[in-house]
């Protein structure tokens, strides 16, 4: 029997499917056990990871994720080739093991991206572990903040300096890292292990599906659409590298991103992360109060303002049917972990700020 199994290649890979989706079923069993997770993944392996592949991957100048994806989708056009081939020549068997070789690569991915990065997911979420679970508020208490906020991105950007917007890229990168690890020394709960942020190599891409970057959790690394508006960068790089400390879910990494964001001293970071928050508030209390909308966007400074016309009009004009699909695709991702609002779950981080703000720590 035994023999019988080596010799059979089907058998084999079968066999190793069956294995492969017990280990997934395993990790996927913490899926309901955030406690656990936290204990031991978040607080225990996940760390070992960050200290591992963050110095090492820093090492390249250049984003080694990025490379993976572009080797997986050559990879993957010359297996459809060599398929269609063998079904041309009616190789059955061989299209057979093929596909049996797809689904447990697959898993393997499956596997990798869970245990190098995406069980983050399922640890208790952001407003238990920083104590704030108080997220309820009124459209009085909505519009108070907001008003403070657009105070603060119109006396932020009033600071800017035409040296601070022609800032390289590189600069910019170096503040917004510096800025998380003043914040990891200071708090627990943002501890970062060498955080870096690279420009994606694939940002003509990037711009076409409307992204502004993204964490690769095979090699965690943060990349940064390299071509958005200046104001943009800095708090972007802030949010890819929130992922990087362990902020699973999108809502989090923006709060995290621009607690980083404010608490630093540079003025154009400062300025990046007033300017989303006042994005994310004002779409809110448009949905509450389109009168109090209406109020305080008559408040915003003509430059601030502006800002919001050029960002606007960058993305429009890379939006394409390509952008629109792959928002699906990151929806349902984003629902399958841990995320079952998906892409709503961005706007999301107006709830921890309003939070935080109620412990008298945003000025």
């Not at 110095?55 to 997986?72: E, T």
């Not at 640890?123 to 105070?151: C, E, G, Q």
Request: aromatic residues 14%; charged residues 15%; positive net charge.
């Amino acid at each position: 029997m035994r023999n019988y199994i080596s010799k059979n290649p089907f058998i084999k890979r079968i066999i190793t499917i069956l294995l492969l989706a017990m280990v997934l079923f395993l990790l996927m069993l913490l899926a309901g056990h955030p406690a656990l997770v936290e204990r031991y993944y978040s607080q225990g392996f996940y760390k070992i990871v960050c200290w591992i592949f963050h110095p090492v991957f820093n090492l390249f100048p250049f984003s080694v994720g990025d490379l993976l994806y572009i080797a997986v989708i050559v990879i993957l056009i010359v297996a459809i080739v060599r398929m269609v081939k063998l079904l041309v020549k009616k190789q059955f068997k061989k299209v057979g093991l093929q596909l049996l070789g797809w689904v447990i690569s697959i898993q393997v991915a499956i596997g990798c991206f869970y245990l190098f990065w995406g069980l983050n997911y399922f640890r208790p979420s952001a407003a238990d572990r920083l104590n704030l679970r108080d997220t309820t508020f009124t459209t009085t208490d909505l519009k108070a903040v907001t008003k403070l906020l657009i105070d603060s991105a119109n006396a932020c950007r009033a600071r800017v300096t035409a040296a601070d917007l022609a800032q390289s890229n590189s600069a910019i990168y170096q503040t917004a890292v510096n800025a998380v690890k003043a914040l990891s020394a200071d708090s627990v709960n943002f501890r970062a292990f060498q955080p870096g942020i690279k420009p994606s190599m694939i940002t003509f891409l990037l711009n076409y599906i409307g992204t502004s970057g993204y964490y690769n959790p095979f090699t965690s690394e943060a990349q940064i659409n390299y071509a958005m508006p200046v104001f943009n960068r800095p708090f972007v790089a802030c949010h890819e590298m929130s992922h990087q400390v362990g902020y699973g879910a999108e809502d989090e990494a923006d709060f995290a991103g621009f607690i980083i964001a404010i608490k630093s001293k540079d003025r154009l970071l400062r300025y990046s992360g007033y300017h989303l928050a006042v994005d994310e508030f004002m779409h809110t209390l448009r949905r509450r109060d389109t009168v109090a909308h209406k109020e305080l966007k008559a408040m915003i400074s003509k430059q601030v303002h502006q800002d919001f016309v050029a960002e606007r009009a960058y993305w429009m004009a890379y939006e394409t049917q390509l952008s629109w699909i792959s928002s699906i695709f990151y929806d349902n991702f984003l629902k399958a972990n841990n995320q079952p609002r998906g892409l709503a779950t961005y706007n999301r981080m107006v709830l921890l700020v309003m939070a935080w703000e109620k412990c008298s720590l945003v000025h």
